[in-house]
């Protein structure tokens, strides 16, 4: 299975790690790291070094709480460092939901779009579709940053998420999108609670039933804190071990913080033949 990208089309046949390079000062694991363009852009390069196939590049943060940020700071925050990334030789994500934001990405050659508002924004669908072959990651998100924590509450969560993520996916198609374009993500956190997020890992393989790879993040989440007790700096391990469960249970692309880490446990669950063809 392929993910068609503007300028790589990548084989997923091997896991894929995306690294993620949060270019916000209140990200909630890692706000203020990589803040600056110098400070962004010598992590890109050190997540490549670790072994990174992707890097997801974000300029607003949308953890539990948060507040949406101008469009204005989110292009000054995100260009620069966009425009070193695409020298570095890998497929370069930009984690948007604005669709101005989209368009000037994508006109400077970005390779995909990681949308946790799935492409419902009014604009982002068309931004998406007018590009000939960018990729697109179909989020789910139950309300919004800001609120999506009050209390979340689902029937039946697989079933509910499964629905929203073929309904985009029907969406995308019927723009034109390629179906090679786009990965789906059920969202682990967004507006769910820990049983909501154990039961999509559970219950992932679900999902494959939409036909799209499926991409997955994990990293540092809460959920991971309410079963180990760590903090968030602390979380590195809980992590590669979520990452390697979603991987065995049909996930092809991780989004990842600790990208040296999950690439040394990806090696070895390699060289242990438990690599899904
Ligand atoms: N999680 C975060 C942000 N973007 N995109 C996808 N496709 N899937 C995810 O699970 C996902 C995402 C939140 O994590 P992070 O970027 O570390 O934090 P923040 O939003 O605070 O910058």
Redesign the pocket.
């Known amino acids: 299975m392929f993910w068609q990208t503007t300028r790589f089309r990548i084989d997923l046949t091997r896991p894929q790690v995306m690294g993620?390079v949060?270019v916000?000062p209140?990200?909630?694991?890692?706000?203020g790291l990589a803040a600056d363009r110098t400070a962004a852009i010598r992590h890109c390069e050190q997540l490549l070094a670790e072994g990174a196939d992707l890097l997801?590049i974000?300029g607003?943060?949308?953890?539990p709480g948060?507040m949406p940020v101008s469009l204005d700071e989110e292009l000054a925050r995100v260009l620069p460092v966009l425009e070193a990334a695409l020298t570095l030789g890998c497929p370069v994500s930009i984690?948007t939901n604005k669709p101005e934001v989209m368009r000037a990405v994508l006109a400077r050659g970005a390779d995909i779009v990681?949308d946790?508002n799935a492409l419902q924004a009014p604009g982002a669908l068309d931004a998406v579709a007018d590009h000939a072959r960018c990729g697109v990651?179909l989020?789910h998100m139950r309300g919004d940053?800001a609120t999506m924590q009050q209390r979340p509450h689902y029937d039946d969560v697989l079933h509910e998420v499964g629905e929203f993520l073929d309904e985009r996916l029907r969406a995308c198609r019927s723009r034109g999108v390629a179906d090679e374009r786009i990965v789906l993500?059920p969202?682990?956190?967004?507006g769910k609670s820990v049983a909501h997020n154990l039961d999509l890992l559970r219950r992932q393989s679900e999902l494959l039933a939409l036909g799209r790879p499926l991409?997955?993040?994990?990293?540092?989440?809460s959920t991971l804190g309410a079963l180990t007790g760590r903090d968030v700096s602390q979380r590195q391990a809980a992590s590669v071990a979520a990452a390697l469960a979603a991987l065995q249970s049909g996930a092809r692309i991780v989004?990842v913080?600790d990208v040296a880490a999950t690439v040394d446990a990806l090696k070895v669950w390699a060289a242990a033949g438990l690599t899904r063809g």
């Open positions: 993620i949060n916000t209140d990200s909630f694991s890692d706000g997801d974000g607003e943060s949308t953890r948060s984690d990681n946790i990651c989020m940053p993500d969202g682990i956190g967004f991409l997955v993040g994990w990293s540092r989440k989004r913080h």
